[in-house]
């Protein structure tokens, strides 16, 4: 009987065909491009989602194992280690890029246009994609955990009507004489 071949490796020439391909529908068509970000943002966050559980997975059926205590804690160490020098490397390429490259400093904003970008950004709405890009959570229990809410942004006016909305009739929010007792429900604009 012939053994089977490994077909795992083909994964790799996958992916790097797919960036190739990629990359050339960049070049040849940009607004194609443009037009598939939402695929390639939603497989990003597949990725990130499944990531926190393998190295879980990974992390337990390692300790689990290995039969010696002390050789747990030499690989905790070793791991550890090796967090500390590459985050520390992480930080000094971002400090270099950023110190090198000064991004940001071109742009020339003035209080004007932060306050024209702050109205426009009010009236703006969710588009389709960013929907279905906010249905895929980031990890499996931020699904249940996260405080993502299809409401509209905070704003003075909708906190001051939903503080007169639960104030007791005796208090400031409410605008009540402060000689009933109790908890009104009722919304008094």
Not at 58 to 81: D, E, H, M, N
Not at 96 to 114: I, W
Not at 126 to 154: H, K, Q
Not at 157 to 183: D, E, F, K, L, V
Request: a positive charge; one cysteine or more.
């Amino acid at each position: 009987m012939a053994a089977r071949r490994d077909r795992t490796h083909y994964l790799y020439l996958a992916v790097i065909g797919a960036v190739l391909l990629g990359i050339a529908v960049g070049f040849l068509a940009p607004g194609v491009a443009v037009e598939l970000k939402p695929l390639g943002t939603g497989f990003v966050n597949l990725i990130k989602m499944m990531i926190s559980p393998i190295i879980f997975c990974t992390i337990v059926l390692g300790v689990g194992s290995v039969r010696k205590a002390a050789k747990v804690g030499a690989v905790g160490g070793l791991a550890l280690g090796y967090f500390l020098l590459m985050s520390t490397v992480a930080l000094a390429i971002g400090l270099l890029v950023g110190n090198l490259l000064e991004p940001g400093s071109g742009l020339h904003l003035t209080k004007e246009l932060a306050e024209a970008g702050a109205q426009q950004a009010e009236g703006a709405s969710e588009s389709t994609a960013d929907f279905l890009l906010g249905i895929i959570p980031t990890t499996l229990v931020s699904a249940f955990t996260g405080a993502r809410s299809s409401r509209p942004s905070w704003s003075p006016s909708s906190r001051a009507s939903r503080s007169r909305r639960w104030a007791r009739p005796g208090s400031r929010c409410s605008g009540g004489s402060g000689t009933s007792s109790g908890w009104s429900s009722a919304s008094s604009p």
